[in-house]
């Protein structure tokens, strides 16, 4: 089975996205588990500049 990881915002009228495909599900939690996977915890400068675009989201998995 293969997983996709989708970005999901606070804000309702944000859609969420699809932002990797055909991942194990080894590979999806590592994803998920990471700092950068939350506008919370996420340190690099894309990060900020997406929540400051889109506000609040994170990232979580689902099977494809």
């Known amino acids: 089975m293969r997983y996709k990881i989708v970005r999901y915002f606070r804000d309702l009228c ?28 996420a340190t690099s400068t894309l990060a900020h500049e997406l929540t400051a675009r889109k506000g ?3 990232d979580g998995f689902t099977a494809e």
Do not use: K, M, Y
């Open 14 to 41: 944000q859609p969420n996205e699809v932002i990797l495909e055909g991942l194990t599900r080894e590979q999806a939690e590592e994803h998920c588990q990471s700092d950068e996977s939350s506008s919370f915890t």
């Open 56 to 58: 609040e989201w994170f």
